[in-house]
């Protein structure tokens, strides 16, 4: 009987129009059960040794297509699946992956633009080193690093985590090489790749600061690892344990301060989630609480393309009634003609991935900062009278 509704049919039906010939049933009947044939039985079919028969799947170079063929044919009408990944990684200490601990769920890993330029990056490193990527989640308040531990994995890259994350504790219990993107900072012999976010975020604040805007309000990526969506103290500003939104107020601060700016006047809105509806919700109440406000500086571009909008269906003019900053450069920024900091996101993914899989000795760890370039388009203005 078909599968009702999909259009699709049987399992076998599925397997025969995909051009597998007709599939071999498993022994013991219904269900996942181990198949009939091993490596030693297809290479006593076939009259070769077990050797060849492991070279067709792990070093396919070695045999000629004519023999790789009629391997791979007998081992599909025989019900062989390959060899056993489990026993080869304990054969040779090697998964053939590496582990991406990533600051979210993993579906954020798939929307958030600069995220997924990263991925490519990390993507592409893996693609050259000729390795798997396996993606495990560490999103706040799982306090637990299970998923970490039972990992396997040949190294780590961690993708901007809190400092004191369980996540990143048990990554440095393991002994295998790891590299820090972002965060957390000070970590001793072990690689990072990450920007000047201070620097670079005080050419912001000192590029609004030149134009004449003395009225400034932020909206912020989360300043904790517990959800405070609403204005951000100055005292939860000092203690947050995520360096690199850290470092961006704080080169807000720097910036702006050159033009007589004092930070303690500036509205900070945090928004636990970075995304555009957690960033309309901020833009709204930050200019509903402080309608004289002329500029809005933000921590992402996800944040200031919805600061953008807000703008837009309130009828003000940008940069004319307000000027909004962002800092990524996403490629949404550029339509956008959204002021912002452009940094290498694909290239940070890249170096990180390069810096893991060196095999090379590694007589100290090393520090990789990549440059950023402040980008000005047509967001940014003189504030109105």
């Given at each position: ?11 076998a ?6 051009g ?11 269900g ?8 030693a ?16 799947y ?14 791979l ?5 025989l ?11 304990l ?29 490519e ?31 396997a994995v040949?190294?780590f890259v ?8 369980p996540?990143?504790?048990a990554v ?7 590299v820090?993107?972002?965060?957390p900072v000070g ?8 920007l ?16 004449g805007?003395r ?16 204005p951000?103290?100055?005292?939860r ?34 928004r ?31 944040f200031?393309?919805?600061t ?11 940069p ?29 993914g ?14 100290a ?16 203005g003189?504030?109105?009278?």
């Open positions: 009987m078909e599968c009702p509704g999909n259009g699709i049919g049987t399992p039906r599925r397997w025969r129009s995909a597998y010939g007709e599939p071999v049933a498993a022994a013991g009947g219904r996942r059960t181990r198949r009939p044939a091993t490596l039985s297809l290479a006593a079919e076939l009259g070769i040794s077990r050797t060849t028969v492991s070279n067709a792990n070093r396919p170079d070695q045999l000629s297509p004519q023999l790789r063929q009629r391997i044919e007998a081992a599909r009408r019900g062989y699946p390959g060899p056993d990944p489990v026993a080869r990684s054969r040779t200490r090697k998964a053939g992956a590496i582990g991406l601990i990533f600051t979210e769920g993993l579906s954020y890993a798939f929307r958030d633009p600069a995220a997924v330029a990263f991925l990056g990390l993507g592409l490193a893996c693609e050259a080193g000729g390795t798997g990527l396996l993606m495990v989640p560490a999103a706040p308040g799982d306090l637990t690093g299970a998923l970490v531990y039972a990992a040949d190294g961690v993708y901007s985590m809190p400092a004191g994350d996540h990143v504790a440095l219990e393991r002994p295998v090489p790891s820090v993107v972002d965060q970590l001793s012999d072990v690689d990072f790749v990450g000047d976010d201070r620097g670079a975020a005080a050419e912001l604040g000192r590029h609004l600061g030149e134009l805007h009225r400034v309000g932020v909206v912020a990526n989360r300043l904790g690892t517990d959800r405070n969506d609403g951000a103290s100055l005292d500003q000092e203690h947050c344990p995520y360096a690199v939104v850290k470092a961006r107020l704080a080169g807000f601060a720097d910036g702006l301060a050159e033009h007589g700016v004092d930070w303690a006047d500036v509205r900070v809105e945090e636990f989630d970075n995304s555009s509806a957690a960033g309309e919700v901020a833009a709204r109440a930050l200019l509903d609480r402080h309608p004289e406000l002329t500029a809005v500086a933000c921590t992402t571009d996800v200031a393309l919805a953008l909008a807000v703008a837009g269906r309130r009828g003000m003019r940008v004319r009634e307000l000027s909004v900053t962002g800092f990524d450069d996403v490629p949404e920024a550029s339509a956008a003609s959204l002021t912002t900091v452009h940094q290498p996101m694909l290239e940070k890249r170096v990180a991935g390069q810096l893991l899989l060196d095999e090379g000795e590694r007589p760890a090393r520090h990789v900062l990549l440059p950023t370039t402040l980008v000005v388009r047509n967001s940014t003189k504030p109105r009278d």
